[in-house]
């Protein structure tokens, strides 16, 4: 098992009353059917659980800890993948984004617009994607780093999209 759900205790932490993450949940349940995965929160990921795994999902949680994120950018470039699906870029305690954003690939990170029908850049790749998502993205941005590749859009703008870090 390679494969670890990503599961984000800070903003949990932040908002107690709130319940177990449902987009988490839905993920997991999904993942289930396909493959096996381990749950990590960011205590394993402080605790280097991450040499175990070659992919992080991350779908939920848009607080983390700072050290979190240089945990995870190491990882990233000794070979690690992080997939993450979300509509806000994650922002630490203390409400910074620069790490998240160089980590996710993102030169502009709060340029977020609504997504619409999805036009995929390599679709023989991404078929299972497209049949995921319906043919819908959830949303674009207008800026990513200069070294991203660009796997999926809407209205010219990008939606789907991956940045290599060293190894990862």
């Not at 349940?29 to 929160?41: G, I, K, Y």
């Amino acid at each position: 098992m390679d494969v670890a759900l990503f599961f984000p205790t800070t903003a949990q932490r932040l908002c107690p009353s709130n319940s177990f993450p449902p987009r988490l949940e839905a993920a997991g349940a999904q993942l289930r059917d396909v493959m096996d995965f381990d749950l990590v929160d960011e205590e394993l990921v402080a605790d280097d659980a991450l040499k175990r795994y070659r992919v992080l999902v991350w779908v939920e949680g848009n607080c983390v800890e700072e050290q979190t994120l240089k945990v995870l950018a190491a990882w990233v470039r000794k070979g690690g993948v992080i997939v993450w699906s979300g509509s806000r870029v994650p922002e630490t305690v203390e409400g910074r984004t620069r790490l998240s954003s160089a980590l996710l690939g993102l030169a502009q990170p709060n340029s977020w617009r609504e997504g619409g029908p999805l036009e995929l850049q390599h679709p023989d790749f991404l078929r299972h994607l497209n049949a995921h998502l319906g043919n819908q993205a959830g949303a674009t941005v207008s800026g990513i780093d200069g070294s991203a590749v660009v796997l999926g859009t809407v209205e010219k703008r990008p939606a789907i999209w991956a940045v290599r870090h060293g190894k990862g």
